[in-house]
């Protein structure tokens, strides 16, 4: 130790380092060229971390603001429309639903679902982490590398979800997240000797941390889609392999570029497909539709519903539906039915609003969780054929669409 601090290193909100000499009591002890080449040193540092800053600002983060004002522009859309709480409405806007990506073919809801967010919450954490983390990656990797890494580690993460996951609707940029994520560990890792530390803390600080903590409490916790950033991080980090950062190599092979750029534009042009299609209504009776039987007859309900594993209902995004054939008239008390038709959902009806629309006889319901409930009967000789469909409030529009169209089909098994 010298005794009293004598050279102050004074590092700028832009990272840039400054160097003044302050020279101590001590200094007179020193030999002079020993205090010159102390200076000599920090000027260096001072040099090679100021050029290294200038090579980084020379970028601007504009695909970070770009991607941050989409999602929220979305979200704002999507919230106009009826909500995110409408698992219907977020298939409209694009979300990835296997039985739809997968074995429809509809294969942009892997980028779609990048774009959309389940609510307020999901939505400022995610713009908040990637506000922190993409300004530094994009100035470090350029424009098109990291708008790249951006759409693969997106698409690897919905990838994984649509084939690994619990086959639910999953929405969120956190796959995307994840990949940013790993990518600055493997960059400030790989190029370690080449990045100042003060950017490299900046770049890769406490990323490891985080990214544990967070797979451990997605595994643990409900609701959160963990193979989806379970594939955006081996995304991201199979890209921050593959890329070789703008500050290091600053020009590109001509169809190397162009593969970046090409790569880039597909993200915001397949999202642009998805906005597309989210101008026109979309309801599950537009899908195809598949048989089911029951005693002896049979009716077409959309082919994404698949049965329960006690093969007692049909399960769908957000909305359940039931068929049963019954012997004779079933009761016309509207509390009676209500009750059996709670029972089948495990809930207690405290609404009950009865009419006849069609000739069918349809009975109304809500529960103290959320869930509506419309039943509909049509009499087939001396049979009673019921179906039923249970769903959230926010979807309950389907409930009498679906009812109608599944009436309809109903035909004796041949």
């Given amino acids: 130790m010298l ?46 971390l100021n050029s290294f800053v200038d090579a980084l600002e020379a970028t601007k983060p504009w695909g970070t603001l770009l991607l941050v004002g989409l999602c929220v522009s979305i979200f704002l859309w999507l919230t106009w429309e009826g909500g995110p709480q409408n698992l219907v409405n977020l298939l409209r806007f694009g979300a990835n639903y296997p039985p739809l990506t997968l074995d429809q073919d509809q294969w942009w809801r892997l980028v779609g679902s990048c774009f959309l967010h389940g609510g307020w919450l999901h939505l ?44 639910v609707i999953s929405v969120g940029a956190s796959g995307a997240l994840f990949g940013l994520f790993g990518a600055c560990v493997v960059l400030g890792y790989r190029y370690k ?8 803390a900046k770049l890769a600080g406490g990323m490891v941390p985080a990214i544990l903590f967070n797979l ?49 534009s597909a993200l915001f042009l397949v999202e642009g497909f998805c906005l597309e299609k989210a101008l026109r209504a979309f309801h599950l009776t537009d899908l195809p539709t598949k048989e089911i039987s029951q005693r002896g007859w049979t009716a077409a309900i959309p082919s994404i519903f698949q ?22 008239r079933l009761p016309e008390e509207p509390d009676v039915l209500a009750r059996w038709l709670g029972d089948q959902v495990g809930t207690e009806p405290k609404f009950v609003q009865t009419r006849k629309v069609d000739q069918l006889n349809w009975l109304v319901f809500r529960s103290e969780d959320e869930v509506a409930g419309v039943y509909a009967v049509s009499e087939r000789d001396g049979k009673s ?21 599944i009436l309809e089909s109903v035909e004796p098994q041949e």
Wanted: net charge neutral; hydrophobic share 45%; proline share 5%.
């Fill in 385 to 405: 054929i019921l179906v039923a469909s249970f769903s959230s409030l926010d979807a309950a529009g389907e409930n009498e669409r679906l009812l109608t169209a």
């Fill in 3 to 48: 005794g009293k601090k004598f050279v102050s290193v004074v590092l700028s909100k832009s990272g840039r380092v400054v160097a003044t000499e302050e020279p101590a009591d001590l200094l007179d002890d020193l030999e002079p060229a020993t205090v010159e080449l102390f200076f000599e040193r920090v000027r260096e540092k001072s040099v090679k």
């Fill in 307 to 328: 049965a329960s594993d006690d093969g007692g209902f049909w399960k769908g995004p957000g909305v359940n539906l039931l068929m049963e054939v019954m012997e004779g």
């Fill in 124 to 167: 400022v954490v995610n713009m908040y982490s990637l506000w922190v983390v993409g300004p530094t990656l994009e100035r470090f990797l350029g424009n098109f590398r990291y708008l790249s890494l951006y759409a693969v580690a997106g698409v690897s993460g919905s990838v994984a979800s649509a084939t690994l996951g619990r086959g």
């Fill in 193 to 200: 000797d080449r990045i100042p530390r003060p950017v490299r």
């Fill in 216 to 264: 451990v409490y997605g595994f643990q916790a409900e609701g959160i889609d963990n193979w989806a950033h379970l594939g955006g991080l081996m995304g991201g980090v199979l890209g921050a392999l593959l890329i070789r950062p703008k500050v290091f190599q600053k020009e590109l092979p001509p169809l190397l570029r162009a593969l970046f750029i090409m790569l880039a």
